[in-house]
C-alpha cells in the first residue's frame, strides 16, 4: 500500500498504549510542576504586596521626619527606576514583535 497518510510501524498496539501512557505521565507531571511553581509565585506576590504596603504605611507614618523621607527615597530610587525599564521594555515589546534592552538590569527578565 502507497499511502502516505497510513503510517507503518513494528510495534503491536500494547506497546503504543504503554508509549502513549508513559507520554501523558510526564505530561502531568510538567503540569503538576507548573502548578506548583505558579501558586509558589502567587504566595511570593502576597508577601511582596504586604510587605510595599508596610513600606507605605511607613512613609505615611514618618512622612514629616525628613531624615527618613530622604533615605526612604534614596532606596526606592532604584527600584521605581527598574520598575520604570520594566513597564517601557513591555510596552515596546508589544508593539514591536521584536525587542532589545537599552539596560541589563530588570528588564532582561522579560526575555
Excluded at 501512557?21 to 501558586?39: C, D, K, P, V
Amino acid at each position: 500500500m502507497n499511502n502516505p497518510w497510513v503510517r507503518i510501524t513494528d510495534e503491536t498496539d500494547e506497546e503504543i498504549v504503554i508509549n502513549e501512557e508513559e507520554g501523558s505521565s510526564s505530561m502531568i507531571q510538567q503540569e503538576t510542576f507548573e502548578h506548583t511553581r505558579l501558586a509558589e509565585r502567587h504566595q511570593q506576590l502576597a508577601v511582596y504586596r504586604k510587605k510595599f504596603e508596610s513600606a507605605l504605611a511607613l512613609y505615611e507614618r514618618e512622612i514629616n521626619n525628613d531624615n527618613f523621607v530622604k533615605n526612604y527615597e534614596a532606596f526606592m530610587r532604584p527600584i521605581i527606576k527598574a520598575v520604570n525599564e520594566c513597564e517601557e521594555a513591555l510596552q515596546a515589546r508589544s508593539q514591536q514583535g521584536t525587542w532589545g534592552p537599552k539596560s541589563g538590569r530588570l528588564a532582561f527578565w522579560l526575555r
